[in-house]
């Protein structure tokens, strides 16, 4: 391997991270955070970095333009924030409403309490719930007799729910709520790849509900207590000032000349002396630099093209990762004009609704100070992979389409205040039947292949913790490589 610079006695190696979202701020603060001495930079194609985390602030109103939050616990979120300095700055759900709801027949109804997915750990609750026929409470009761799967092969998540708590119980509770995480068609979704607890609790115990149940025993009688009480204790936490806050405390920890916008990397190639040579388009003109490793933080689709001419392999297998996108709408309202009220989250629609929208989100009502008083703010959710032809739609006709929705639905009367429509073309990884099998053959392939790292939400996990954790991975393995060398 060739270095660039020679700092006194040590050599210094130059690092190329492609890509500015949380994954590639990820590993450029962990390769900061390592003690090698490297020149790290990073390529972002966009005039900001972040990626999807992005908060506007206009009008007392915080508004989120991708994801709004992120999961407690998975630790790799909050162990980057307490590495960083940046615990206090998070913020949990609201204590005063834990309800979301599901809307059936046109109306919201709630949540069965102690329901995960599609393992209550409280049956009563399910019993009780109008959501379900009696017929499909009656199946779902008898999924502790379900035989296990002896099979080891990957299935899909819609067979997977509806061999284990029947159809019934897969299109009302089960495919909205996982709808609304991954966007992805349930009969293609892969269990094993998106939902793995759910196949290791049927392996263990046999069945999903007895596994939920002895969980939560486990959790009663676990001792309480935190280690970290400034900490907060919900299922979901944020920034107080919004998720981009957290991707602009990372680039502030960079160096301001390691970040380079408006650079589009679109070609990778081997030196033959050793290193990488990336080439590309910055502001109009063209840019080929030399590094010695190199961290290909981007989607799937386009590390396929980065590394095309390095391994075409590879890169065949990289586009077989297919992608879905959305459209997030976000709409303020004066509370007077909801007649819902939104004592809740938000609510999911299963597609048996034949709704145009997949989900709304209380953004007002989950967090604080993310509206002025006497304001809501509440998101909607179009497009997935089961509703791709929404996503063509234009503005106008998007905003009618959610207002019509949300007029049925919450009782909402009056205009917008604030409006803003964000679309994410091609940007939730479609983990289909099938993707851990592609992902062991990637990880191989790239394996092979030295210095040369791939990050992001398109291998294994598409939450804001995997995808620092990916991040953080391929930046420890880059460190390995360089300090072994």
Known sequence: MTVQRDTGN??????????GGISGLAAAHRLTELDMPSDVVVF?????????????SVDGFRIESGPDSMLSQLPWGIDLCRRIGFTDRLVGTSDQYR???????GRLLALPDGLAIMAPSRIWPTVRSPILSVLGKLRLACEPFV????????????DFACRRVGREAFERLVQPLVSGIYM?????LSIRAALPRFVEMESKHGSLIRAARRAARNRKSAPTGSSNSALPTSMFVAPRDGMGSLASALTERLPPESIRLRTNVKQLSRKPEGGWRLSGDC??????????????????????????ETDASLADELSQIQQSGCVVVTLA????????????????????????????????????????????LLRVFLGGATRPELMELDDEAVLSTVLRELEDLLGIQGRPSVTRIVRWPNIMPQYHVGHLDRIERIEAAVATIPYLELAGNSYRGV???????SGEQAAERIAQSITSA
């Not at 972002?44 to 506007?56: C, F, H, I, K």
């Not at 030399?290 to 396929?304: L, T």
């Not at 938000?346 to 929208?357: A, L, N």
Request: net charge negative; glycine share 8%.
């Open 10 to 19: 040590q050599c210094m190696s130059r690092i190329a991270v492609v890509g």
């Open 147 to 158: 035989s296990r799967r002896s099979a080891t092969t990957d299935e899909s998540l819609a």
């Open 44 to 56: 972002e194609s966009g005039d900001r970095t972040g990626g999807v985390l992005a908060t506007e």
């Open 99 to 105: 309800q979301t709801w599901i809307v059936r027949s």
């Open 184 to 188: 992805a068609d349930p009969r293609q």
């Open 283 to 308: 502001d109009s003109n063209g840019f080929d630099e030399n590094f010695d490793a190199v961290i290909v933080a981007a989607p799937s689709s386009r590390a396929a093209h980065i590394v095309r």
């Open 463 to 469: 939450g804001i913790p995997h995808c620092i954790r």
């Open 333 to 376: 309202f004066a509370r007077e004009d909801v007649a819902h009220p939104l004592n809740g989250y938000g609510f999911v629609v299963p597609q048996v609704e034949q709704r145009d929208i997949i989900a709304c989100t209380f953004s007002s009502v989950k967090y604080e100070n993310r509206a002025p008083e006497g304001q809501v």
